[in-house]
């Protein structure tokens, strides 16, 4: 087990946490609560600025087994079902994609079994995308806009910066380069922890339930998600709500997700993929169960008015949505997503957003 380096301090309340053991990789625990990962750093980085634990959240002593983002339900969440069923083959079956499909579920299940699958998928996850992600990069979709180019999160320099559903923290490593104080967070240990390499700025990793952020209110001056969080929460208006408490006045929060219009296509790079085969307007969820019937990867699907409302009726400020084109020259498949596609239909839709 090792142990964190120093105790967190919650200077409102003068509570100090005291150094907690995390567990080292292999080791197992059926804990749910946040938790920093084994190599979170805690001391001047995180306790200089005023990064507090809420007083409301607590701890927990361990991390589970070994989330990321980069996926959604139409051609985000397909990009990885190739994935998943070389896995089950593997494994004679153990998931039965013939099982995958549109489904109604419970709103905590698609937490649980979220997190569940990317433990357990994470370095194949990162082995099949990983060069197209980067160590250090920050890429927004799969159109491969980089926010070096697109600004959508302004001048980090010296900020506080916050990333949910973070995964390996190739983004938040990038930032952090970028003169950033950035904390990735993630449901799942296992992507957090799958690449160890260092940044040259500084960089905290925090396991955390992004309904229910362990921060105090008004901590960070950028909040962001490239395909992480919201696509796999059945209330992601809890998302935004707590994104907007732990925002500074001012503070900007930038999300992408698959382009809701996605929802209604065939997940097919192919010409089959232009041919609307549902209702845009069909919210029910996609969900895989394995034999035993027990749910083990779900998303959601929000037309773009639900997203929308969300962000309003968190008291935020919506100041622009980015749809990337798909550039000339790019011909990297991924999942539903490719050249014929990319210039026909929309794959990718990022909120700007901002806390009044």
């Not at 600004?151 to 990333?163: K, W």
Request: contains cysteine; negative net charge; charged residues 25%.
């Amino acid at each position: 087990m090792a142990v964190l380096p120093q105790a967190l301090l919650d200077d409102r309340t003068d509570r100090r946490v005291e150094p907690r053991a995390v567990p080292t990789a292999g080791e197992k625990t059926d804990s749910h609560a946040y938790t920093p990962s084994s190599s979170v750093v805690v001391g001047p980085p995180v306790c200089d600025r005023r990064l507090r634990l809420h007083p409301d959240r607590q701890t927990s002593t361990s991390l589970p087994t070994v989330h990321a983002p980069v996926s959604a339900v139409g051609p985000a969440r397909r990009a990885v079902l190739h994935l998943q069923a070389r896995r089950a083959a593997r494994h004679n079956g153990s998931v039965d994609l013939r099982r995958a499909g549109y489904a109604p579920i419970p709103d905590d299940a698609p937490h649980r079994a979220g997190r569940s699958w990317w433990d357990e998928n994470a370095a194949e996850y990162l082995a099949e995308h990983g060069d197209f992600l980067g160590d250090d990069d920050f890429c927004w979709c799969p159109e491969g806009l980089r926010e070096a180019d697109a600004h959508l999160l302004g001048d980090v320099s010296g900020a506080r910066v916050l990333e949910l559903g973070a995964g390996a923290a190739q983004c938040s490593r990038w930032l952090a380069d970028q003169g950033a104080d950035v904390v990735a967070t993630d449901i799942s240990a296992g992507m957090l922890t799958a690449r160890s390499s260092g940044s040259a700025g500084r960089l905290n990793r925090a396991q955390a339930d992004a309904r229910r952020l362990p921060f105090a209110d008004a901590s960070f001056d950028t909040v962001f998600t490239a395909y992480g969080a919201i696509p796999f929460i059945a209330d992601s208006e809890r998302v935004h709500r707590e994104v907007a408490r732990v925002l500074r006045p001012s503070g900007r929060w930038v999300f992408s997700v698959t382009h809701p219009i996605r929802w209604a296509f065939p997940d097919d790079p192919s010409e089959r993929g232009l041919t609307a085969d549902r209702s845009y307007f069909d919210r029910t969820p996609y969900a895989e169960r394995d034999e035993a019937g027990r749910l083990t990867y779900a998303e959601f699907h929000r037309t773009i008015g639900d997203h929308v409302r969300d962000v309003v009726g968190a008291g935020l400020t919506l100041l622009d949505v980015v749809e990337p084109e798909w550039p000339e020259g790019h011909d990297r498949t991924w999942g539903g997503w490719s050249a014929l596609r990319g210039r026909l239909i929309p794959g990718t839709a990022i909120f700007v957003c901002e806390r009044r």
